[in-house]
């Protein structure tokens, strides 16, 4: 079984809003500067915006809420690193976007922990690593990726983030579309 098939048996899609369209991909990679990995175009348009177990936010280009979209959202985060990096306040261990083997934000919990890729090798983002940084500390977990086998992993129980809440992922884990907005 292929990781989608994995991540879809245990995390029915719902109806995807904001998925995107396959065409769309070569203008966002453009503008972040990197081809994305394969697996992540995956998961965006089979599953869309929205929040694994109203914990994990995978960041989507196509979102149409700007605390979704991976381009604002996490360009942000860039800028917290570097922040860090440069005030010599925190070890990171990896450098970030667009160095060689940077951190590229890909998701956010609801604790404030981070998900990244880590770009290496750079030419071929469908091997990159992923590494989840706990919110506001120092602690640093690494899974050899993909990301979608990731996910899978850990929604199965495969796998254990050690700063995820004990409770995550719920029996019967669900992805929920954001609320549609007011008229």
């Known amino acids: 079984m292929g990781d989608l098939e994995a991540l879809v048996s245990t995390l029915p899609p719902p109806t995807p809003v904001d998925r995107g369209k396959p065409d769309g991909w070569a203008a966002v990679d453009a503008s972040i500067g990197t081809r994305l990995p394969t697996d992540y175009k995956r998961f965006i348009e089979t599953y869309g915006t929205g929040t694994i177990d109203d914990f994990v ?11 979704f979209r991976l381009d604002d959202y996490g360009r942000r985060m ?71 086998r990731f996910l899978a992993e850990v929604l199965n129980k495969e796998i254990r983030v ?8 719920a029996e019967g884990a669900n992805f929920t579309p954001p609320p549609a907005p007011s008229p």
């Open 57 to 67: 936010t995978v960041l989507n280009p196509f979102a149409t809420v700007s605390h």
């Open 78 to 148: 860039l800028e917290v690193l570097r922040e860090l990096r440069s005030g010599g306040t925190e070890q990171l261990p990896h450098p970030v976007f667009p160095e060689a083997g940077g951190l590229l934000p890909w998701g956010v919990t609801s604790d404030g922990d981070w998900g990244y890729w880590i770009t290496d090798p750079p030419e071929d983002p469908d091997r990159w690593a992923v590494a989840i940084n706990i919110g506001r500390g120092p602690d640093w977990y690494r899974h050899p990726g993909p990301l979608l």
């Open 162 to 169: 050690p700063f995820f809440p004990d409770d995550f992922p």
